[in-house]
């Protein structure tokens, strides 16, 4: 079974408006943590944004928030106030407690956004 | 200050050949990451350093793949005998400790095999 799973392959935003990327996840370890990277055309990967499962309340980083629903194992980052520099490669990303430090990624999210 | 550096930036290779990849981490990180990330889809992970030695190469696909780290900073994955189906970029990552939580990432290496 896919642990990370992003389910658009690709999306479009007008410039200024609020986007979604979704991001399911899979595991029965109790602790791990979720990441959002960005990957631009240039390839390096930026990360953007990380939720504890323990935390409490979602996490927040400017422009972008992680909408945390547990009992949905969902993790999907919103976007605010698109702009044309968003336009990228977004992926969802999965560190378990018990697997070490290794990150396991989804396939991604191609968001292109529209002047 | 200076970014995870990862070079040649493109490599290309004929099959059957021996190709090494080098990762210059953020000076002070201790942890250092190899992933692979084929055409369309995300990374996939393949060792795991933490000091000098290997904590964690699970990801590696098979014997051809190697790494080194042997003063706890510059890394070198090494691929022995390339087939066309190891073209990907290879991504290397670093983090200050194996308890951080970011990893940051280099601008990867492309690697094509002819």
């Known amino acids: 079974a896919q642990k990370i799973t992003q389910t658009q392959p690709g999306m479009f935003v007008q410039e200024k408006e609020a986007v979604t990327l979704d991001c399911t996840y899979d595991?029965?370890?109790?602790?791990?943590?979720l990441f959002w990277y960005k990957q631009p055309s240039s390839g390096e990967m930026i990360f953007l944004i990380y939720?504890?499962?323990?935390?409490?309340q979602n996490a927040t980083e400017g422009r972008y928030s992680l909408n945390f629903q547990k009992a949905r194992k969902s993790a999907n980052l919103v976007i605010s106030a698109s702009q044309l520099g968003d336009s990228a490669m977004y992926f969802c990303?999965?560190?378990?407690?018990?697997?070490?430090?290794?990150?396991?990624f989804g396939g991604g999210t191609r968001l292109m956004v529209k002047p | 200050g200076a970014g995870v550096s990862q070079t040649p930036s493109n490599k290309v290779t004929e099959k059957g050949k021996y190709v090494e990849l080098r990762c210059d981490p953020i000076?002070?990180?201790?942890?250092l990451y190899w992933y692979r990330q084929s055409l369309g889809q995300g990374p996939e992970f393949l060792i795991y350093?933490?000091?000098?030695?290997?904590?964690?190469d699970s990801g590696l696909p098979n014997d051809r793949f190697f790494a080194v780290r042997p003063e706890g900073s510059v890394s070198t994955l090494k691929i022995q005998r390339t087939e066309r189906g190891d073209s990907a970029v290879y991504l290397c990552?670093?983090?200050?400790?194996?308890?951080?939580?970011?990893?940051?990432f280099g601008p990867g290496t492309r690697l094509l095999v002819l």
């Open positions: 595991t029965s370890d109790p602790s791990y943590g």
């Open positions: 000076s002070g990180h201790t942890a």
């Open positions: 990552a670093s983090s200050l400790t194996s308890d951080s939580v970011t990893q940051y």
């Open positions: 990303a999965m560190r378990e407690g018990r697997a070490g430090n290794m990150l396991t």
């Open positions: 350093f933490q000091g000098t030695g290997a904590a964690d």
């Open positions: 939720q504890g499962s323990y935390d409490q």
